[in-house]
């Protein structure tokens, strides 16, 4: 202290109540805080030497635990001379299976090659499947069977038509259909290639998504449709619940390839299964010669 100073002492500078008026102006602070303004980090209170110090500790989440003791795993990026060994292993090793002398070895390495490009197959065309719009109030119009005669004679002899390729049903063929029904009654359909039986479906799906009257189906694979007496040309020719040209054409890429796919499947099936026939054949045989010469 410096001489000459005045020195007043007062109850209340003890360091003991200083301290305890500090912790009560805490407390009542707290009360009149918003919920919004307090926070769950860890608050320390040190008192050492009569000095008042607070230090702050991490804020952790509710539901976050201790990071403590866990080491994150690092991925380790494989170089691209690791990447073509690993590419050149798998080969060397279907190499290996496709000359091994062994047919069973053979056949079965193309067998699971083959399953799996058809999983791959099904996968890929379930892509490509629309779900359908819910079915409108459409009320069918009764022809007698004079009108379906004259309509029938009208539509072979007029020469204006729709194909449907190998594309099958999509937009574009409903799109036509509108367009012909636009200046004429009928139409005729004309599905080429057509598998066995699958004119029918055609006809039922042209008729659900024109909304138009299937006259005639003739086996030649040629659909006859009338647009129906109260016909009215809608303002969207294409329905939304079908595929676009190009997608359509995907489509059919994909279905003829699970085909012979399937087909390949079959064939090899049918090697293994001839192939242990002809191993039981030759133990046979054998077991025939053994007791023979015994």
């Keep these: 202290m410096e001489p000459g100073a005045l020195c007043l002492s007062s109850p209340l500078n003890t360091p003991s109540i200083q301290r305890s008026l500090m912790i009560g102006h805490h407390n009542n602070l707290a009360k009149w805080l918003h919920p919004r303004y307090m926070s769950n980090a860890s608050i320390e209170l040190n008192t050492n030497r009569d000095v008042v110090r607070f230090s702050m500790g991490k804020q952790l989440g509710k539901n976050e635990p201790p990071t403590k003791g866990k080491k994150a795993f690092k991925r380790v990026k494989m170089s691209k001379r690791a990447k073509l060994n690993e590419l050149r292993f798998y080969r060397l090793k279907a190499k290996k299976k496709m000359n091994s002398p062994n047919p069973e070895v053979r056949i ?6 083959a399953k799996r490009k058809e999983a791959w197959l099904i996968e890929k065309l379930r892509k490509f499947e629309v ?5 409108e109030t459409h009320d069918p119009e009764i022809l007698t069977e004079e009108e379906r005669f004259y309509l029938k004679r009208t539509g072979e002899k007029k020469k204006n038509y ?4 190998r594309r099958g049903v ?4 409903v799109l036509n259909m509108h367009l ?4 004429h009654e009928t139409v005729k359909v004309v599905c080429r290639p057509c598998k066995p039986g699958q004119v029918h479906e055609y006809a039922e799906e042209l008729a659900r998504l024109s909304k138009g009257i299937v006259i005639d189906i003739k086996p030649d694979n040629i659909i006859i449709f009338y647009r129906g007496k109260n016909y009215v040309q809608p303002k969207v020719m294409s329905p939304p619940d079908t595929l676009s040209k190009a997608k359509a054409l995907e489509k059919y890429r994909y279905e003829q390839s699970l085909e012979h796919t399937s087909q390949f499947i079959e064939k090899l099936e049918k090697e293994l299964e001839e192939y242990h026939e002809h191993l039981d054949r030759y133990r046979k045989s054998k077991e025939k010669l053994c007791a023979s010469s015994g």
């Design 108 to 113: 079965r390495y193309k067998l699971e090659k």
């Design 131 to 135: 779900p359908k719009a819910p079915a």
């Design 162 to 165: 729709v194909p449907v390729g």
């Design 170 to 173: 999509f937009g574009g063929v």
């Design 180 to 183: 012909h029904w636009k200046k």
